[in-house]
């Protein structure tokens, strides 16, 4: 039965990842602007906080925490 849902699973996922991408562009680099050197971020899974991690400012030191594969 998994393998039956994974395609649509996937297929949603194409889906998110291309639907309002610069919306969360604009959103993650906001976003990426209230981070400060040593804090802990949490992010859930999903197309928007995927771009948000995708931006994140390289060797600022960051602890981040996921539920994201």
Do not use: F, W
């Amino acid at each position: 039965m998994i393998a039956a849902e994974l395609p649509r699973r996937y297929a949603l996922l194409r889906e998110c990842l291309t639907h309002d991408r610069g919306d969360k562009a604009e959103l993650a680099a906001r976003v990426c602007t209230l981070l400060l050197p040593g804090q802990v971020v949490l992010l859930d899974a999903g197309s928007t906080n995927l771009a948000i991690a995708q931006q994140l400012p390289a060797l600022i030191g960051l602890t981040m925490i996921t539920n994201a594969p």
